[in-house]
C-alpha cells in the first residue's frame, strides 16, 4: 500500500500524546499534527483569546504545540497544507468543516462529563455541542469509527444514541497499562492524594472550600498531596489549600499517574484519573458512584491499544468494507483483554 498523508487533531497534552502514539505504529505513512481549532464565532474568540481556557488556545494550545516541537512531528495547522486520506481526533464536540465528509477515526480521550441540563439541550435543540462538554462526545457523527476504552463505554455511548456498527472496543493510549506507573521514582509513599479540577476556569461551579474540607475528612490522618489540573489558577488554588489544609504538599506539575501509584487513598472529582487508581486498587473517592464507574475502566492491555487503533486506521485506509468484515465491536470483546484489578 502506498503511503498516504494522516492529520491528527491534538488538543490537550493527553490527547496529544495518545495521538502520536497511535501515529509511531502506522509507519509507511505520511503524518501532520495540529493543535485544535475551530470555525466561525469559535475562531474569532480564540484568537480575542476568549476562549484561553480551552484547548483552542492558551496554555493547552501552547502545550500541544511545544510537545509537537520538541519531538519533531510535521505540523499542519488548520490542516490546510495537504489533502488527507485520513483524519485521526480525540474530540468531536467542534469539527472543522474542512475535515467533515472525510474519512475519520475518533479516538475516546478518557472520562465523560455527567449528563447535566446542557448535554440534554444540546441533544434537543441542537444547540453547540461544547455547552453539553465531554457529555456530547460521539455525538457528532461526522467520524467513520469511534474506538471507545471498553464495553462499558460502548454500551455508554450506544444509549447516548450513537451507532453501535461504528463504535470499537480498542481500549485507549495511556490508561491501558496502568501497572507500569508503580515503577517510579516519586519520593513520597502512602498519603492521600487529592486532584483537583479546573471546572472554575472553564466557567463550571465549584465549592472548592467544601471539597479540600471534605478531602482532609477523608484522608484518615495520612499525610496529604494535592496536584493541580494543569488548567488552574495555582496561586489561588495554592492559597486555598493552605488555609483550608494546611501542611498539605501541593504540585502543579508531574506525573500524576505515578502520584496516584504510591498512595493509599485517591480522592477526585470528574477525571478519569480515577480509573488509574481502581486498577491499581488503591480507596477511592469520587463523584461518580464507583459501581457505574466499575463498568467502565478501560481495558488493561500492556499498552496495545495505540496498535489496535492503528489497525483500525490501516483497514480504513485500505477500504471501509474491509474493517467491517474483520473488526466489529463483537470481535473485539473476544479479541481484547478485558481483564482489571479493582479495590
Same mark, same amino acid.
Request: proline letters at 3%; one cysteine or more.
Given at each position: &500500500?502506498?503511503?498516504?498523508?494522516?492529520?491528527?487533531?491534538?488538543?490537550?497534552?493527553?490527547?496529544?500524546?495518545?495521538?502520536?502514539?497511535?501515529?509511531?505504529?502506522?509507519?509507511?505513512?505520511?503524518? +501532520?499534527?495540529?493543535?485544535?481549532?475551530?470555525?466561525?464565532?469559535?475562531?474569532?474568540?480564540?484568537?480575542?483569546?476568549?476562549?484561553?481556557?480551552?484547548?483552542?488556545?492558551?496554555?493547552?494550545?501552547?502545550?500541544?504545540?511545544?510537545?509537537?516541537?520538541?519531538?519533531?512531528?510535521? &505540523?499542519?495547522?488548520?490542516?490546510?497544507?495537504?489533502?488527507?486520506?485520513?483524519?485521526?481526533?480525540?474530540?468531536?464536540?467542534?469539527?472543522?468543516?474542512?475535515?467533515?465528509?472525510?474519512? &475519520?477515526?475518533?479516538?475516546?480521550?478518557?472520562? *465523560?462529563?455527567?449528563?447535566?441540563?446542557?448535554?440534554?439541550?444540546?441533544?434537543?435543540?441542537?444547540?453547540?455541542?461544547?455547552?453539553?462538554?465531554?457529555?456530547?462526545?460521539?455525538?457528532?457523527?461526522?467520524?467513520?469509527?469511534?474506538?471507545?476504552?471498553?464495553?462499558?463505554?460502548?454500551?455508554? +455511548?450506544?444509549?447516548?444514541?450513537?451507532?453501535?456498527?461504528?463504535?470499537?472496543?480498542?481500549?485507549?493510549?495511556?490508561?491501558?497499562?496502568?501497572?507500569? +506507573?508503580?515503577?517510579?521514582?516519586?519520593?513520597?509513599?502512602?498519603?492521600?492524594?487529592?486532584?483537583?479540577?479546573?471546572?472554575?476556569?472553564?466557567?463550571?461551579?465549584?465549592?472548592?472550600?467544601?471539597?479540600?474540607?471534605?478531602?482532609?475528612?477523608?484522608?484518615?490522618?495520612?499525610?496529604?498531596? +494535592?496536584?493541580?489540573?494543569?488548567?488552574?489558577?495555582?496561586?489561588?488554588?495554592? !492559597?486555598?489549600?493552605?488555609?483550608?489544609?494546611?501542611?498539605?504538599?501541593?504540585?502543579?506539575?508531574?506525573?500524576?499517574?505515578?502520584?496516584i501509584a504510591n498512595c493509599d487513598i485517591l480522592v477526585t472529582h470528574y477525571s478519569t484519573v480515577?480509573?488509574?487508581?481502581?486498577?491499581?486498587?488503591?480507596?477511592?473517592?469520587?463523584?461518580? !458512584?464507583?459501581?457505574?464507574?466499575?463498568?467502565?475502566?478501560?481495558?488493561?492491555?500492556?499498552?496495545?491499544?495505540?496498535?489496535?487503533?492503528?489497525?483500525?486506521?490501516? !483497514?480504513?485506509?485500505?477500504?471501509?468494507?474491509?474493517?467491517?468484515?474483520?473488526?466489529?465491536?463483537?470481535?473485539?470483546?473476544?479479541?481484547?483483554?478485558? *481483564?482489571?484489578?479493582?479495590?
Amino acid at each position: &500500500m502506498n503511503g498516504k498523508k494522516i492529520l491528527y487533531m491534538c488538543g490537550s497534552l493527553n490527547q496529544t500524546t495518545m495521538l502520536h502514539q497511535i501515529s509511531k505504529c502506522l509507519p509507511g505513512h505520511e503524518h +501532520f499534527f495540529t493543535a485544535y481549532y475551530s470555525d466561525g464565532a469559535e475562531r474569532v474568540a480564540a484568537r480575542l483569546g476568549f476562549l484561553d481556557f480551552s484547548v483552542l488556545g492558551g496554555k493547552f494550545r501552547a502545550q500541544t504545540e511545544s510537545y509537537l516541537q520538541k519531538n519533531d512531528l510535521a &505540523m499542519d495547522y488548520r490542516g490546510e497544507g495537504h489533502k488527507y486520506d485520513l483524519i485521526v481526533v480525540c474530540s468531536d464536540i467542534i469539527m472543522p468543516k474542512n475535515l467533515r465528509n472525510k474519512k &475519520m477515526v475518533m479516538v475516546q480521550e478518557g472520562m *465523560t462529563d455527567p449528563e447535566n441540563i446542557f448535554y440534554h439541550m444540546v441533544k434537543k435543540f441542537r444547540i453547540p455541542r461544547y455547552f453539553g462538554g465531554t457529555a456530547t462526545t460521539g455525538l457528532s457523527d461526522f467520524y467513520t469509527y469511534f474506538c471507545v476504552a471498553s464495553e462499558g463505554y460502548r454500551e455508554l +455511548f450506544i444509549r447516548k444514541g450513537i451507532k453501535q456498527e461504528k463504535i470499537i472496543i480498542t481500549g485507549i493510549p495511556n490508561f491501558d497499562n496502568c501497572v507500569q +506507573f508503580l515503577n517510579n521514582d516519586f519520593p513520597y509513599k502512602n498519603y492521600a492524594l487529592v486532584c483537583s479540577s479546573d471546572s472554575r476556569e472553564t466557567y463550571k461551579y465549584e465549592n472548592r472550600k467544601k471539597f479540600i474540607q471534605k478531602a482532609v475528612s477523608l484522608s484518615e490522618g495520612k499525610k496529604m498531596i +494535592f496536584k493541580l489540573h494543569p488548567n488552574e489558577n495555582v496561586e489561588r488554588a495554592t !492559597k486555598e489549600i493552605n488555609k483550608y489544609a494546611p501542611g498539605s504538599m501541593i504540585f502543579s506539575d508531574g506525573n500524576t499517574n505515578e502520584m496516584i501509584a504510591n498512595c493509599d487513598i485517591l480522592v477526585t472529582h470528574y477525571s478519569t484519573v480515577v480509573y488509574v487508581g481502581m486498577v491499581l486498587g488503591k480507596k477511592i473517592y469520587s463523584s461518580f !458512584k464507583l459501581e457505574e464507574l466499575k463498568q467502565l475502566i478501560p481495558i488493561q492491555n500492556k499498552g496495545e491499544s495505540a496498535k489496535n487503533i492503528a489497525d483500525v486506521c490501516s !483497514k480504513l485506509l485500505e477500504g471501509e468494507s474491509a474493517i467491517k468484515n474483520s473488526i466489529s465491536p463483537k470481535d473485539n470483546k473476544d479479541k481484547f483483554d478485558l *481483564t482489571y484489578q479493582t479495590a
